[in-house]
């Protein structure tokens, strides 16, 4: 700023003096001819006794304007422009002020040679404020006390009235002059201010030259180094991807097309930014020859027709005439039309349709490739041709793309000296038009090839290109049309037919097919793998499935990550499912908006896939410990519950209890006193029928009081109270029996059990922790069933054989049935349980025996096994592998947490047994529990 300043104060003061000099010349040359002329006026008006001292006067002011023409050329007036000049000003209005003393003094009308002087000076000077007040004041000061001195005041109202005008004239000059000073330097001010500006945007201009000359320099130099690599990477692909390096499988085919895909993508694209760094630098040559270019654009579709109708677009030529030959280089007109076509087909729904016309125009051929597709505004008709524009640049755009076929294509047609623009309305499709002209003169011999045409090879690449992939077309010629082929897949990750035995799911939602392939690749061994292409697709298909992780990008058409993240957490049935943000927005403010929306971890492109599989592994255990807690939490409250209900129940029943002894005792001393008293009265057969109906409603009343006091037992043994939780033998079918004794009356509608408990019960467990089992599965068997009186569970259990092996662990150990003889000398025949509305639970007799579990367990390498099996509809096939993940619950919400029967698998895989599902629709579902034996795992430590 203090540079700039001081530039601006040296320009000025140039500035000025130069312009000073200039209004001194004019000013010397008019006064050097108007004073002396002004002598004739003299003559005519002043008395002769007053024309000498007059034409006196005259004289020396001329002799100081003649002498001051060559003061003005000297270095004197350029150091004091201003004092020079004013100073020459007030010696001509003090030679006229003299000479108002002979001509009528303050009335004389020569004060207007003074005015005269003050315009004349404002019009040819440009001073400052303090020089234009001390110069026009000097000279009115100097007109008034010269004449007031010699001659006084003879003529007041003329006197006063010149005063008047010639102040009034002082001050608008002055003002005037001040205003031009300060509007000049303004000026001046301005005008560095663009200079600077000027010179900025030069140097800028020269800089992105420079810039611009070097990236060209750059492109031009690592052509070779990114040529080099990408073909040391796609070669050895071709030779695997054709078996000449051994024989490979489908799936490590399928990986290895898709890593080829990728780098002819990525070699396509360093091309095309080759190409437009040549044009820029007009080093693109062409190599014209003449092409039907009907004929080129039959076989160019019929190459592009299967393609177009694995998305179901119709693709149709519409020709004028027979044949169209144009000189053109068809390998720089076919990336246009390819382009074309690749747009084309990329933004047409399903369904639509693309049409290509050629019109003969005489001199020139019309091509327009038009679409059925979503469009665009009519505004941007030429920003499209623009380099790395895309109509939609938004975050959630739906359509991907780098924004450089459409400037390339542009490009290359006005090579050719050819025009190409865009016709489009929202709604309505695209059409783009080409124009090339069919001769050969309009081409200058700038843009052409001296080496002459290509030579005819496959795809039109010419010989000694060293095109990173003309070897690589030549043996896969698809790759031409590999932009066509990727806006018309329609397919994103294929199935795996064993993909149901995997226990947890996840959910990708990747706009980009190949990225969704390559995380299949990483994660399909453990998992079963969905795919959805946009946030509203994975929305629908994370509600659906419920999976058990979800991997989202973030920029993606329709519905972006974040939003998509917001939409599950707001959900009650999928807030629970952690996410994993993968995305090439890599910033610590996109990191920050992720997490603070929901998401559990984020991972930038490109990721490693060691890193997402951790990952993924890692949300699954801790989605498995918050199934443990769960757990824990739930079988602790469940015990205080049960704990303190049994308080609260056991004392007035003893009450009850109490009471009902005393009434009874009371009742039969009643009855029988009466009978001593009157045996043979006429009543005593009404005494008889009361005594019996009174004995009875005690026995119900007593049975009823047993059977709560039998509820209250089972709550205390279902609670363990005060027990630490640790493994003990338990007997399993004891607790069927207690289960079925709290859970069946629960509901409100009829439902038959049939229980065949066959062999030793007797197991090692956590008796909470099983009776959880139980109750779970013996809950849904119950929730499954018709209301209607028609439902119906069996519950069996029965001893298997283990055969071990060394010393593998129980799950690890094969399993043979074992004879009933094997396991038990004696049975449990079939028994049966019925629930009806309020009138609780009724046991046969084999409900109350026990079976002799310490026997059974002296038979050493025998498990267990429980079957719950219902008549219900059946779990849907997409169901049955995501009923044991946690959180998924198909009961309205408030209803359940989804954890029931993810605890239970846990709890008995934690055993050291495992948890199978047997369903099909309308056939019913079948749960069967293995456990092993007390005297199994007794046995293996």
Known sequence: ????????????????????????RGGLSITVWLYPLFGVLDYLLAPPAALGFLFWTRGVVTAITLLLFGVVERELFCRHPNAISGGYVIVV??????????????????????????????????????????????????????????????NLLDSISNQFFLISTAIIAGTGQVMGYRSQREQLENQLILEETSLNLEHAHSQLQRLDRFKSEVFANITHELKTPLTLILAPLALLIEGRLGPISDAQRSTLQSMQRSGVKLSRMIEDLLDLSKLEESRLRLRIEQQDLLAYLRTLLAQVEPLAQRKAIALTLDASCQSAPVWCDIERMERVFINLLANATKF?????SVTVSLRDEGPTVLVEVADSGVGFPAHLCKEVFERFFQVDMAGTRRYGGAGLGLALARELVELHDGEIWAESAPGQGARFSVRLRKDREHFSPEVLDRRGPAVDRPGGQREGDGSLIDWQLDAHKHFRLLDIDEATEQRVVERDADEHEREHSVLVVEDTPDIARMIRLALHHDFRFLAAGDGAQGLELALRYRPSVVITDWMMPRMDGLEF???????????????????ARSDVEDKVASLETGVNAFLAKPFSASELISTVRS??????????????????????????????????LNYVKNALASVQRDCQTLLATVAQLEP????????????????????????????????????VRYSREGYPRKPYAYDAYAAVRDVLAVVVPTV???????????GSGWIRCVAEEFNQVLTNLIQNALEAVATDGSGCIWIRGYNVRREVSGARSPTHSSFVAAPESAVSESALSESAVSSEPGGGVMPSSALGSHVSGVRAAASAGVDLLLSVKDNGPGIPEANRARIFDAFFTTKEVGRGMGMGLTITRRVVVAMGGSLTVKSQLGMGTEFVVRVPGAAALEATG
């Open 680 to 715: 043979a009265a006429p009543e005593s057969g009404v005494l008889k029928k009361l005594d019996a109906r009174i004995n009875k409603m005690l026995e119900v009343t007593d049975a009823g009081v047993r059977r709560i006091g039998s509820t209250v037992d089972l709550m």
């Open 348 to 352: 047409t729904d399903a369904g639509g």
């Open 93 to 154: 209005s003090l030679g006229i002020s003299l000479m108002t003393l002979f001509m009528g003094g303050l009335s004389s009308p020569y004060y207007a040679g003074l005015s005269l002087v003050i315009v004349g000076s404002a019009l040819l000077f440009v001073w400052p404020m303090h020089v234009v007040a001390l110069t026009y004041a000097t000279i009115v000061v100097g007109f008034v006390t010269s004449n007031l001195l010699v001659n006084g005041v003879a």
């Open 565 to 583: 993240t917001r939409r599950l957490r707001a959900d009650p049935h999928t807030r629970h499912i952690p996410i994993i943000m993968l995305t």
């Open 748 to 758: 409100a509608y009829q439902v038959r059990v049939e229980l065949e408990l066959k």
């Open 619 to 652: 949300l699954v255990r801790e989605r498995e410990a918050t199934a443990e807690a769960v757990l824990s939490e739930k079988m602790d409250s469940l015990e205080a519950i049960a704990g303190g209900l049994a308080h609260e129940i056991r004392n007035p």
């Open 1 to 24: 700023m203090a540079a700039s300043n001081a530039e601006l104060e040296r320009r000025w003061a140039e500035w000025l003096w130069r312009r000073n000099r200039r209004g001194m």
